[in-house]
């Protein structure tokens, strides 16, 4: 328990040693654990953000898919409205398009009954005028009688 | 043991006498020379002019162990996932940084590197407490006896440098030397002296101000010194205290089979408990360390 040089040894051997951590230890050592902690902060920053980011995609996935289910129902309601539209209006043409067709033949029935009963009065006529003519030979003078002829003729 | 017996008061005093270097003193036969010292009288003699080589030899083993790990520690750190003895390190870092941020509040590089030295170092040197005591003073009595032609009982080897008052007293003084480094240069040399006069007795009127003036610095003078001091004692204190008992158990061992079974149950119960004084020490001495360098940085 003697007090002696070795207090002086002590001393420099605890200079040196704190130095030495002071200089190559502590340093690199606190470095790396800054670092880390740095990364780490980081790293929970980016899967917050991942997270946050991830919940948007998702809203906007739920939004689209929406958005898309509304048009589509758009387009099938405008669709059905268009066909029925279709519909009616290729009805509305058809009886249109018959009735034009149904008139057009009337009138040519028509005209074809007139034309053929023009035919049939002209024949009768002449008909007539030969029996006639054929009674009469005997009887009348042809241009005597015309004018009784022209006049039953138009009778007819 | 040994073929002459010795009595349990050499066995103790052999095991609390360091391995000295030193000058002779006048009046001997090798007066004036330098040498090692082969008993403990002589070694008493050899006062001032002497050195403790079992201290410094541990002390810079302790220490360069201490050095070698944390080092390779600090050259592999990295930011990636740390393993093994780098997490170990990494842990008494962050808890030497948290010591020293909770208690230092000054900007100071050198403050935690040096909280970290004490508090490894000290822990280190405070375990080889924990080597039973006959070890290494037997191995290097045989060393010495085999290879230097050493006289029996006359290798001393004291393995715990922190029993050794030099050791804690040279620590203690050179934390005190910094906390008056920068008590001047923060303080000034007026501000320092204000703190040692004007404090803790104040007075408005001039007079009896001057009065307090040597009151003060009587005051504030002592618990100046007792920093250092109480440091340097309060290590050396609980560490002789703890080796001594384990000196006292080891006698045990020599006084029957009865006896030596109980010396083995107490040597394991004090180990196990000396295992929380060596590192609450440790931890004592950093943590005064860091409040002290705080106390030289603030001003108030």
Redesign the interface.
Same mark, same amino acid.
């Given at each position: 328990m003697n007090i002696n040089l070795t207090l002086f040894g002590q001393s420099i051997t605890f200079i040196f040693f704190v130095i030495f951590v002071m200089k190559y230890v502590w340093p690199p050592l606190v470095a790396a654990l800054e670092e880390r902690k740095a990364k780490i902060a980081d790293g929970l920053a980016a899967a917050e953000k991942g997270k946050h980011d991830g919940e948007l995609a998702k809203q906007r996935v739920l939004d689209t898919l929406k958005e898309a289910k509304e048009k589509a129902q758009d387009i099938i309601n405008q669709a059905e409205k268009r066909a029925s539209e279709i519909v009616e209006e290729s009805k509305d043409n058809a009886r249109v398009e018959g009735e034009r067709i149904l008139a057009a033949a009337n009138a040519e029935i028509e005209q074809e009954v007139n034309r053929a009963r023009e035919h049939l009065r002209g024949q009768v006529v002449t008909l007539a005028v030969a029996g006639a003519g054929k009674v009469l030979k005997r009887e009348i003078d042809e241009k005597a009688n015309d004018d009784l002829l022209q006049d039953l003729v138009a009778q007819l | 043991m040994s073929s002459e017996a010795i009595s349990s008061a050499d066995y103790i005093k052999h095991h /609390?006498t360091?391995w000295?270097y !030193?000058q002779f003193p006048e009046g001997t036969e090798n007066a004036g020379q330098w040498g090692f010292a082969h008993t403990a009288a002589e070694?008493?003699s &050899?006062?001032?002019?002497?050195?403790?080589v079992d201290? &410094?030899l541990w002390?810079?083993v302790t !220490?360069l162990i201490?050095?070698y790990f944390?080092?390779k520690?600090?050259?592999r750190?990295?930011? !990636?996932i740390p393993t093994g003895f780098q997490n170990f390190? *990494?842990m008494i870092? *962050?808890f030497i940084?948290t010591s020293v941020r909770g208690s230092f509040t000054a900007k100071n590089? @050198?403050v935690?590197? /040096?909280a @970290?030295?004490v508090f490894i170092?000290i822990f280190l040197m405070n375990f080889m407490d924990l080597i039973p005591v006959d070890w290494i003073p037997k191995a290097s009595e045989w060393i010495g006896m085999t290879f230097f032609g050493a006289q029996e009982h006359h290798v001393y080897m004291k393995v715990v440098?922190s029993t050794?008052?030099?050791?804690t007293? !040279?620590?203690a003084?050179?934390v005190f030397f910094l906390v008056l480094f920068y008590s001047f240069k923060n303080k000034g040399i007026s501000g320092f002296t204000a703190e040692l006069t004007l404090m803790p007795f104040q007075s408005n009127n001039k007079v009896v101000q001057g009065l307090f003036i040597p009151v003060n610095f009587v005051l504030e003078f002592v618990s100046l010194i007792a920093k250092p001091i109480s440091l340097a004692l309060r290590l050396f204190g609980n560490m002789y205290a703890g080796e001594m008992i384990f000196i006292l158990i080891a006698i045990m061992f020599n006084a029957g089979l009865v006896m030596a079974t109980l010396g083995g149950v107490l040597q394991l119960g004090w180990a196990i408990f000396h295992i929380l004084i060596i590192t609450l020490q440790a931890f004592i001495f950093m943590t005064l360390t860091i409040v002290y360098l705080d106390m030289a940085h603030s001003d108030h």
């Open positions: - | /609390l360091n000295t !030193g070694a008493k &050899m006062g001032f002019m002497a050195i403790h201290t &410094m002390s810079i !220490g201490f050095i944390f080092s520690a600090a050259k750190a990295s930011a !990636g390190v *990494e870092v *962050e940084d590089d @050198m935690a590197p /040096l @970290m030295t170092w440098p050794d008052p030099n050791a007293i !040279g620590m003084f050179s």
